[in-house]
């Protein structure tokens, strides 16, 4: 079964950036769409940014133009770049399959406040 384990987050100033990474297990890890989602407190998670199945990127419109998606395959990493950073950008950031597996890993928080 497919685990995936995010790192990166943190305490960061409103205008400070991030830079998130999910490492992924299994071989067939290359084979995935692969996203990024957060949850902020008392919201339902969303997708914040995705591969598409053509290898471009997607982005809600919330984040574009400040978060990157990238993605390494050869080291079955996936991350996630954050500029200009904003305070409702506060939440628990996971990366799964697009669409999404049932199993989350832990997420890592990210919490941007001054």
């Known amino acids: 079964q497919v685990q995936f384990v995010e790192s990166g987050g943190g305490l960061v100033q409103p205008g400070g950036s991030l830079r998130l990474s999910c490492a992924g297990s299994g071989s067939i890890f290359s084979r995935y769409v692969m996203g990024w989602y957060r949850q902020a407190p008392g919201k339902q998670r969303e997708l914040v940014a995705r591969?598409?199945?053509?290898?471009?990127?997607n982005y809600a419109d919330s984040v574009k133009g400040r978060f990157t998606i990238s993605r390494d395959n050869a080291k079955n990493t996936v991350d996630l770049q954050m500029n200009s950073l904003k305070p409702e950008d506060t939440g628990v950031y996971y990366c799964?399959?697009?669409?999404?597996?049932?199993?989350w890993g832990q997420g890592t928080q990210v919490t941007v406040s001054s």
């Open positions: 799964n399959r697009f669409p999404s597996f049932t199993s």
């Open positions: 591969f598409t199945a053509g290898g471009s990127t």
